[in-house]
Antibody, heavy 122, light 107 residues
Framework: QVQLVESGGGVVQPGRSLRLSCVVS????????MHWVRQAPGKGLEWVAV????????DYAGSVKGRFTISRDNSKNTLYLQMNSLRADDTAVYYC???????????????WGQGTLVTVSS | DIQMTQSPSTLSASVGDTVTITCRAS??????LAWYQQKPGKAPKLLIY???GLETGVPSRFSGSGSGTEFTLTITSLQPDDFASYYC?????????FGQGTKVEIK
């Protein structure tokens, strides 16, 4: 079955960096786009970043552009989110989520990990 | 950027009720709209894609409709398991935007 498992969250001081990982199984990872979505405590969902199946194309929400970098290692079935210059308002649960196949029409995120909590605080 | 606005923010209902949640887009998005259910401490679960397509395994009491800028999610005969938060999402090949969410609570 499809599984996505995030890790790497924790407490970090403002201005510091953190890297999240998401290991996937149960589908052909290198054929699917992947996303990161976050949710601040008690708040709604916010799309963060997307990467194409081969890693060539990436896009970011305006709130993280220039500070966060999405990447993937298809040989390890792993998605990453490098977060630099962290701010208090980056505090959230970060979810990785599966996107559509490279050759399909747009499709929403159909499988999600359990999330990893990032707390930015001094 | 396309903005998605849901209403109401909170909805009180009883088991067996039919409830409707509305989602409006700031410009036409055709039918590129999804609905998710989220329970506390859990990841979102995809319910509806392309405005009215029922995701595999989702009960038929959930239905979606609409196109352009106005969309609805309807839950008929509300079950205890349905008390949760619901989010609409515009998606495309280059844009993903969530509504602010609607909490369905027990009356």
């Amino acid at each position: 079955q499809v599984q996505l498992v995030e890790s790497g969250g924790g407490v970090v001081q403002p201005g510091r960096s953190l890297r999240l990982s998401c290991v996937v199984s149960g589908f052909t990872f290198d054929s699917y786009g992947m996303h990161w979505v976050r949710q601040a405590p008690g708040k709604g969902l916010e799309w963060v970043a997307v990467i194409s199946y081969e890693g060539r194309n990436k896009d970011y929400a305006g709130s993280v552009k220039g500070r966060f970098t999405i990447s993937r290692d298809n040989s390890k079935n792993t998605l990453y989110l490098q977060m630099n210059s962290l701010r208090a308002d980056d505090t959230a649960v970060y979810y990785c989520a599966k996107g559509p196949r490279y050759d399909s029409t747009p499709y929403p995120q159909d499988y999600w990990g359990q999330g990893t909590l990032v707390t930015v605080s001094s | 950027d396309i903005q998605m606005t849901q209403s109401p923010s909170t909805l009180s209902a009883s088991v067996g009720d039919t409830v409707t949640i509305t989602c409006r887009a700031s410009q036409s998005i055709s039918n590129w709209l999804a609905w998710y259910q989220q329970k506390p401490g859990k990841a979102p679960k995809l319910l509806i894609y392309r405005a009215s397509g029922l995701e595999t395994g989702v009960p038929s009491r959930f239905s979606g409709s609409g196109s352009g800028t106005e969309f609805t999610l309807t839950i008929t005969s509300l079950q205890p398991d349905d008390f949760a938060s619901y989010y609409c999402q515009h998606y495309s090949s280059s844009s993903w935007t969530f509504g602010q969410g609607t909490k369905v609570e027990i009356k």
